[in-house]
Each structure stands twice: as structure tokens, then as C-alpha cells.
Nanobody, 115 residues
């Protein structure tokens, strides 16, 4: 599975961004997918996950009410809508796919929230 993340950029505090992650190499309709982020010098943080059919969604507490994960299996894609962005949301965001036997990672997309 190859994953291509996009949609990052520079945004002001309170702004919004929508990250996209397109998978190739296999269909993802039975694959759990999600997002992590990593700040420089910090550990990787779980952000959100969505099950293959979208029936189960999990969020980290610090993004609940601000971020929304979704998927479009017809487009082999998963999305992360990020609203009310804060400076501490600045990080490289990575999508992942877990079909059950391994975890695959995208290359990351930089999100910078300026105050």
C-alpha cells in the first residue's frame, strides 16, 4: 500500500485545513486508516482513526470537536478536516493504513499554524 498525503500548509490561528490521503496498490474499503502527527523533538501523537467501513471512529482528546476524520472508499481516500487550529497543532501529519498484517505510512504533510 502506498499513501500520498497532501493538504498541509500555513494557516492562521482559528483557521482550517483539510488533509487528504490517497492510497494506491490495493483498495482500502476493509482497511483501518488514520492520522498521526509529530512535532520536532516530540513523540508521535495519535490524532484520529476510522475503520474500513467508517463505522468506528476514534479521536485523541485534544482534537475532539475540532477535527473530523472521514473516508471515501470509492476514491481510496481518507480525509482530516481540521478546524479551529491552534499553534500547538503545528506538526508534520502522517496518514496510515492498517489492513491487518502491517501498518503503512504516508510521507507526511506539514501543517503550520501561525499566531
Amino acid at each position: 500500500v502506498q499513501l500520498q498525503a497532501s493538504g498541509g500548509g500555513l494557516v492562521q490561528v482559528g483557521g482550517s485545513l483539510r488533509l487528504s490521503c490517497i492510497a494506491s496498490g490495493r483498495t482500502i474499503d476493509s482497511t483501518d486508516m488514520g492520522w498521526f502527527r509529530r512535532n520536532p523533538g516530540k513523540q508521535r501523537d495519535f490524532i484520529a482513526a476510522i475503520s474500513g467501513r467508517g463505522g468506528t471512529i476514534r479521536y485523541a482528546d485534544f482534537v475532539k470537536g475540532r477535527f473530523t476524520i472521514s473516508r471515501d472508499n470509492a476514491k481510496n481516500s481518507v480525509y482530516l478536516q481540521m478546524n479551529s487550529l491552534k499553534p500547538e497543532d503545528t506538526a508534520v501529519y502522517y496518514c496510515y493504513a492498517n489492513p491487518g498484517w502491517a501498518t503503512y505510512w504516508g510521507q507526511g504533510t506539514q501543517v503550520t499554524v501561525s499566531s
